[in-house]
């Protein structure tokens, strides 16, 4: 699976994972699965690790991406989103995502491990 996911409820949050080469269809599918995921309840946090993601989606893929989870067009509430990400491919990924996206989170950020995330998520929980 290139896309994989759990929600943690406790924490309010969603942990998602892209492996390899990851199609355009395979992100909207994740979406749907989402939405359609009984355990999801109120707003999540995201933590989105794309270190293994292979593919590089096209800018309006990423534009398309961030316009899937418009409040208007999704039941899906977001509060931050961690990117976790190394290669100079997969950063560049996450920083034109979290442009595209930037009115559906209150805050992004991208690090490179999912320790880092995990601290950014806790604090940004904590400050707002």
Excluded at 28 to 53: P, Y
């Amino acid at each position: 699976m290139p896309i994989t996911y759990e929600i943690d409820r406790e924490r309010a949050l969603v942990r998602t994972t892209l492996t390899g080469f990851v199609t355009f269809a395979e992100v909207m599918a994740h979406f749907t699965a989402l939405e359609n995921d009984s355990r999801r309840a109120g707003t999540m946090n995201v933590l989105l690790d794309i270190r293994g993601l292979t593919s590089v989606p096209e800018t309006g893929q990423l534009r398309r991406a961030a316009n899937r989870i418009d409040p208007e067009r999704s039941p899906l509430e977001y509060g931050v989103c961690a990117i976790v990400a190394t290669d100079p491919a997969a950063i560049g990924t996450g920083k034109l995502f979290a442009v595209f996206a930037r009115e559906r989170f209150r805050a992004t950020t991208i690090v490179p491990t999912l320790e880092a995330a995990e601290q950014w998520l806790a604090n940004a929980g904590e400050s707002g």
